[in-house]
């Protein structure tokens, strides 16, 4: 693993998809600026509308539309590997999307796909707030872990998170950057965004790249925010709470070198 600047964006999409790739396309400038090679965007960040069913009329197909096509062309300008948190792509079932995590590299090709595994269909508790996002995602079925300058990426879309076993796969198979694009809520998040991040980058001995929405939607839905960046012992490295923008930091791999050598907990499973 190679050093690298990564950040993390955080947004407060909503229903004009002009508009949002805009505000990305300025922080994404924005981080290159501050030298970042490694930028992650939130999940659904090209497109939160004001009802469930409305992404589906901007449901691409797998490699040809205007959001993939910001993300290349992105990604070629600032020389940059970029990681479109998740995009509606065309799925199996036409009254359904993919939520697809999209990989660009500098030369604006596309690197990697992960269609979000775990779908959020939970009533969260003391709140009227309800989803069921198997009623328009088609859930996947296969990880990413994939080779990087930096070494081996994984995404991982928000509800992902609360899957330790998930997790713990991508570490078997030689994780070192798990990358968490989200829209956690307001709610779940000031109760448990923070402590599952750390939890994860500290069981997995990885570092943990987190881009949250953060705010008010058009839809009414509040999100928590706190993109974070957090090395392997469990640091919190940066952090933007609520007001959209970037955080960034190195990823260092004598940390995580010093880390694992150490502290062998890798080495020392039993079960998986």
Not at 44 to 73: C, H, S, T, V, Y
Request: net charge negative; proline share 6%; aromatic share 8%.
């Amino acid at each position: 693993m190679n050093e690298v600047i990564a950040a993390a964006v955080q947004m407060t999409s909503g229903a004009d998809l002009k508009a949002n790739l805009e505000t990305a396309g300025k922080w994404i400038a924005e981080a290159a600026a501050r030298g970042a090679k490694l930028i992650l965007l939130p999940e659904n960040f090209a497109f939160m509308g004001r009802g469930d069913r409305d992404k589906l009329a901007l449901m691409e197909a797998d490699g040809d539309g205007p959001i993939q096509d910001f993300l290349a062309a992105t990604a070629r300008r600032h020389g940059i590997w970029l990681i479109g948190g998740s995009i509606p792509l065309q799925s199996h079932d036409p009254e359904k999307i993919s939520a697809a995590c999209l990989i660009y590299g500098p030369d604006g090709s596309r690197q990697g796909r992960y269609d979000k595994i775990h779908l959020f269909d939970v009533d969260v508790p003391g709140t009227s707030e309800s989803y069921r996002e198997s009623d328009t995602i088609a859930a996947g079925h296969d990880p990413l872990v994939m080779d990087t300058p930096w070494g081996k990426l994984s995404p991982a879309i928000c509800y992902d998170i609360r899957f330790p076993e998930f997790i713990r796969l991508l570490a078997a198979r030689g994780l070192d950057i798990l990358l968490v694009p989200a829209a956690f809520t307001a709610r779940t998040g000031a109760a448990h965004w923070e402590v599952l991040l750390r939890a994860r980058a500290i069981e997995n001995q990885c570092y943990v790249v987190a881009a949250n929405q953060g705010g008010i939607h058009a839809n009414g839905r509040e999100t928590y925010g706190h993109s974070m960046i957090i090395d392997p012992w469990g640091k919190v490295l940066t952090r933007l709470e609520q007001p959209p923008g970037i955080c960034s930091s190195p990823l260092e791999p004598r940390v995580l070198e010093k880390v694992r050598q150490a502290f062998p907990v890798l080495n020392h499973r039993k079960f998986f």
